[in-house]
């Protein structure tokens, strides 16, 4: 007799929908078929099952100019579990003049102890260690203790790479195993032209989207991929958000280039209009920014022919207090999503026409699993983590910053009714959400290994 056994439910699998029951053993799925008897049972019917989902790009407890993004490890884990996502990849940022191990140490010992799910980390290599061949001398090490994927920046002083130290920063994630992570727009001309705005007394939010053209976010694609082929390093392509820079990406691959790329809910449901209307547009100023409704399209069309591969948050959440700054160049930049990201692609991406079932949980749960070298998560198969997403289909849920777990005091899909939430959530076999809320124990996530990506 097995741990416990999920029955009743329908398994969505590669090729959709399947009716089945999950058996779990100490923490790790044992078998799946017809019949199974547990110990505890678990009634799944009328929803769907599917694994833990998997957001390898958040930020939480961000340090920056200062301030500190509003969610905590906790606070966000636990709004991340109610969303049905079970593992997160957050960052390890090196300071000047520190190893990327203690940077490592350190960002271990914030989130040890606190995390509601599982978690893994990427490596930022900023501009300092990129121009270090003492620090990339460090990037085997690190592999090695499985933060296998590093975060570059093609944008932001003091953390943009030039082309040349790409090169280096690249050549030395290759040469050590392991793979990057990009943040792909041209940072110098844009800060530029940010600069040319301000002076011209433009202060608008919507000023933050007229000063990043999509175009340069395409050019900045354009040159890493070439950069990241001849290093013969696999690179993903984080937030994409206009139609350039995913024909950037399909035609890199199409070249022979290792490359992937991801976008965001903020990008698929919302526009630059948000930023018409006064302070409040400063809310939804994200990097690289909103575009129009026929980025939208352009996106929806990609995820579901496979021009891009994943579906991330971004999540970077800032109060509205912190975002309301005299001009759209002062205004921290990110927005908070971790919660609602399985749930608005149900509905709008699967209810709405733009993709199956099938390919939901591609983008949400296998896919991210399978890029960021989680080798036990993102499926329902023997021998992976029993991690497992019991979601009703049918269960509307009006989001707002009132109905979501996260911290912040605003959402950027205030209002949206959406079909389908998670109503029961377990983390390596252990129930952690029962009727959308939390019931899990902070500290029981744990840091995860990672190899490179696949």
């Known amino acids: 007799m097995y741990d416990c056994t999920i029955v009743g439910g329908q398994i969505i699998t590669p090729s959709g929908p399947v009716a089945a029951d999950v058996a779990l053993v100490e923490g790790s799925i044992a078998a799946i078929g017809h019949g199974l008897a547990g110990e505890r049972v678990i009634d799944a019917s009328g929803c769907y099952l599917l694994p833990g989902g998997v957001d390898p790009h958040v930020h939480l407890q961000l340090a920056l100019g200062g301030l500190v993004s509003t969610d905590s490890f906790a606070s966000g884990t636990i709004a991340a579990a109610c969303g049905g996502t079970t593992t997160i990849v957050d960052f390890a940022d090196p300071q000047p003049g520190q190893s990327m191990a203690d940077a490592l140490a350190a960002r271990r010992a914030e989130a040890d102890g606190q995390v509601a799910v599982d978690y893994g980390l990427h490596m930022t290599i900023p501009t300092w260690h990129a121009q270090s061949a003492e620090r990339l001398a460090e990037l085997p090490a690190m ?56 002076a011209a007394d433009h202060t608008g939010a919507i000023w933050h989207e007229r000063t990043r053209p999509a175009r340069l ?29 995913v024909a950037e990406i399909v035609t890199a691959r199409q070249r022979g280039v290792a490359i992937s790329g991801e976008s965001c809910p903020h ?34 069309r990609a995820l579901a022919d496979g021009g891009l591969d994943l579906i991330s948050t971004d999540h970077c959440p800032w109060t509205r207090r912190e975002k309301m700054q005299r001009s759209f160049a002062q205004v921290p930049g990110g927005v908070p999503g971790i919660e609602g ?20 949980v591609e983008l949400c749960c296998t896919a991210p699993a399978r890029l960021m070298g989680l080798a036990r998560k993102g499926s329902l198969l023997p021998g992976y983590d029993a991690d497992v997403v019991i979601f009703d289909p049918k269960q509307e849920q009006t989001i707002s910053a009132d109905t979501l777990h996260e911290a912040a005091d605003w959402t950027p899909f205030d209002g949206m009714t959406v079909s389908g939430w998670p109503r029961t959530v377990l983390l390596r076999g252990k129930v952690i959400v029962q009727d959308g809320e939390f019931v899990g124990t902070i500290g029981h996530g744990r840091f995860v290994k990672r190899t490179a990506q696949g």
């Open 217 to 245: 976010e395409a050019t900045a694609i354009h040159r890493a991929a070439e950069i990241a082929h001849l290093t013969g390093c696999p690179v993903h392509i984080f937030h994409v958000g206009c139609a350039e820079g």
């Open 341 to 360: 990201r399985l749930s608005l692609i149900h509905h709008f991406g699967v209810n709405g026409g733009h993709i199956s079932l099938a390919r939901w």
């Open 267 to 300: 990008y698929l449901l919302l526009t630059a209009e948000e930023h018409l209307g006064g302070p409040e547009g400063n809310l939804y100023i994200c990097a690289p920014p909103l575009r129009a409704g026929a980025d939208q399209s352009a996106l929806w």
């Open 143 to 198: 592999v090695a203790e499985g933060c296998a994927t590093f975060k570059l920046y093609q944008a932001y002083a003091r953390m943009e790479l030039d082309d040349i130290s790409l090169y280096r920063a690249l050549a030395g994630v290759a040469k050590a195993g392991g793979g990057v992570v990009l943040h792909s727009e041209t940072g110098p001309l844009l800060d530029h032209l940010r600069g040319e705005a301000v």
